[in-house]
């Protein structure tokens, strides 16, 4: 049995769930986003809860049972809350700035990277005295959000000797040893 897929997903106020030719759809206060459901499983809105179940225990069911579970709890949530990534720059010289949904990177090259962010990613770079330059990045879709973030840090990986680059806040590194004289 799938534990996650069992799971009801209770609907916040203000937020509306529409279901139609296995396409559901999830209007909220922040936005709205939409989700192909497949292999027959079933969506249904019962007193503000959503339970979604599978015909059967074929090991395809099992598998998109949980996944669409929580395919759809992340669009809820997001439509209502809303999700955020955050990154840190670590590194001498490594600065991000941020002119409307244009991000620039100065991360060691002889040149800046230059990212035109989605317009759904409402993007900011926060630059304090003493402390590592910051990059927050917030969205109503947690794939998008991902998505931009794991761009953002696939052009300076964080090392395994000094830990310089770019990470996500509260990502703990795996350190190496250096040279041993």
Same mark, same amino acid.
């Given at each position: 049995?799938?534990? +996650?897929?069992?799971?009801? $997903?209770?609907? /916040? ?16 206060? !922040?936005?709205?986003?939409?989700? *192909?459901?497949? =292999?027959? $499983? ?8 959503? +339970? +979604? ?33 955050? !990154? *840190? !720059?670590?590194?001498? &010289? ?18 800046? +990277?230059?990212? =035109? $962010? ?14 590592? /330059? ?9 794939? !998008? ?12 990986? /964080? ?10 806040? &509260? *990502? ?10």
């Amino acid at each position: 049995m799938s534990r +996650i897929g069992n799971n009801p $997903i209770t609907l /916040p106020e203000g937020v509306t769930l529409d279901i139609k030719d296995s396409v559901v759809t999830v209007k909220g206060k !922040l936005g709205e986003l939409s989700q *192909e459901i497949k =292999d027959d $499983i079933k969506v249904k809105v019962e007193e503000g809860k959503v +339970i +979604i179940e599978r015909p059967s225990d074929a090991k395809n069911h099992k598998a998109k049972h949980g996944l669409y579970r929580a395919l759809l709890n992340n669009m809820i949530i997001g439509v209502s809350k809303g999700w955020t990534k955050e !990154l *840190e !720059l670590v590194g001498v &010289g490594y600065r991000a700035s941020n002119q409307g949904q244009v991000l620039d990177l100065a991360l060691g090259f002889s040149h800046n +990277i230059v990212l =035109d $962010i989605a317009p759904e990613v409402k993007v900011e770079a926060v630059s304090e005295k003493g402390k590592t /330059p910051k990059i927050k990045l917030t969205s109503f879709d947690k794939q !998008l959000v991902g998505a931009v973030a794991a761009k953002i840090r696939s052009f300076r990986r /964080p090392e395994p000797y000094k830990g310089k680059g770019v990470k996500f806040v &509260g *990502e703990i590194l795996r350190r190496k040893a250096g040279k041993t004289a």
